[in-house]
């Protein structure tokens, strides 16, 4: 049982390169997440998504892009790497059921350093 | 959006010793959940307890949702215990979860 699954677990960029943090879950769970979390902080949301084909905006969203093409992944891309994404990135997934929230399941997370 | 506060910051105890961390909100909640962040970064999940009393061996939390606050309680503490101790929620009015700054724990041998 995979749980949340993230790639790549450590990356170092350049300034204005690109990448797509990879994330999967095979809990057929309908929400996901994708959070920040910068050095002695909580984490922060960026984008969630209730499904497939369905994404919506969180707490820190700007310089960030997702997309939910099937229920089991939801990658994360980053167009301009900026240092003020230097960051751990971490990926969740929860199973909804009308209004209740159920717990959320993270991975372990991504190390992406921009310099 | 929903405000959530953690104390104490900062929490250095001696093995062995029981602690309470508490985590106040400020609007309803349909989930709440208490993390442990270890060494590593990892994020274990500990309690969902968006309201009652829960207890998983030497941990324990308890949700008072009308009164807006959630107890997480650490008895025999061991060193294996360090780390930060993350409260979350999500409120009734969306589907965002707000995390609070943490607790960080250190048990001492």
């Known amino acids: 049982n995979a749980g949340v699954t993230q790639t790549p677990k450590f990356r170092i960029l350049k300034i204005g390169q690109s990448m797509t943090l990879q994330c999967a879950q095979d809990m057929n769970h309908n929400y996901m997440y994708w959070y920040r979390q910068d050095p002695g902080m909580g984490l922060k949301l960026i984008y969630y998504s209730v499904g497939a084909g369905i994404t919506d905006k969180g707490e820190v969203p700007n310089g960030y892009n997702v997309s939910r093409s099937t229920t089991e992944d939801f990658p994360l891309r980053l167009e301009l790497a900026a240092p003020s994404q230097t960051s751990v990135y971490f990926c969740?997934?929860?199973?909804?059921?009308?209004?209740?929230?159920?717990?959320?399941?993270f991975g372990d997370g991504t190390r992406l350093s921009i310099l | 959006g929903i405000q959530v506060e953690q104390s104490p910051p900062d929490l250095i105890l001696q093995e062995g010793a029981n602690s309470t961390l508490r985590c106040n909100f400020s609007d309803s909640v349909n989930n709440l959940q208490w993390f442990h962040q270890n060494p590593w970064g990892q994020l274990i999940n500990l309690f969902y307890?968006?309201?009652g009393t829960k207890q998983n061996g030497r941990l324990s939390a308890t949700t008072v949702a009308t009164e807006r606050y959630s107890l997480l309680y650490i008895s025999s503490s061991q060193t294996t215990d360090s780390g930060v101790y993350f409260c979350a929620v999500v409120s009734y009015n969306n589907n965002d979860m707000r995390f609070g700054a943490g607790t960080r724990l250190t048990v001492k041998p």
């Open positions: 969740a997934s929860s199973l909804t059921l009308g209004a209740a929230n159920q717990p959320q399941h």
């Open positions: 307890i968006p309201s």
